[in-house]
């Protein structure tokens, strides 16, 4: 039998120091030119892969609670959400072949849900262990850094709502 999990992550933006800004309706501040922006993308401690940071949605909990509460814990970065951007959905087994024989392990069908966000402020990551690096990227950098298919994927209409709130007013 197949198990289903449910996560929610988050892709930050922030402004380069120094970068012009303009103030949406929203009251949310964004850069005029792409090359002013930069997006925060991890390195899972575990597999090595780079993606945006990422975790389980607990009981009670939302999913823009759920990703929120996991960028801060992972990284230590606060943000708003400022919209969704899309899922991906993937299969894993757990535990990994390196911590169990094969008959141990389950087949987990994983959904993902991503938020676009703002960024706030920085202090400590609290589980900075299922991070092993943190790096903030501009814009045409992004999609490179990142490791899985259906996650560049994801980032290409990200880039859209970027564009999108850019232009809103």
């Known amino acids: 039998m197949i198990k289903r999990v449910f996560s929610a992550g988050g892709i930050v933006l922030r402004l380069r120091s120094g970068s012009t800004v303009l103030r949406l309706r929203s009251g949310s501040t964004i850069g005029k030119g792409k090359s ?16 945006f940071p990422k975790g389980h949605i607990e009981t009670g909990e939302t999913s823009e609670q759920a990703a929120l509460r996991e960028v801060e814990e992972e990284t230590g970065v606060r943000a708003r959400i400022l919209e969704k ?46 991070v092993s ?30 564009y999108e709130l850019r232009f809103k007013n």
């Not at 008959?103 to 993902?112: D, L």
């Open 85 to 130: 951007v899309g899922q991906t959905q993937y299969f894993y087994f757990d535990p990994p072949s390196h911590e169990a024989s094969e008959g141990k392990r389950q087949r987990v069908f994983k959904t993902v849900t991503f938020f676009l966000m703002e960024y706030i402020s920085e202090g400590e990551a609290t589980t900075a262990f299922e």
């Open 36 to 51: 002013e922006w930069e997006v925060l993308v991890t390195q899972h401690s575990g597999h090595k892969g780079w993606d």
């Open 133 to 162: 690096d943190k790096v903030w990227l501009p814009l045409d950098e992004v999609s490179s850094k990142l490791t899985f298919k259906d996650t560049k994927k994801l980032w290409e209409e990200a880039k859209g709502k970027i």
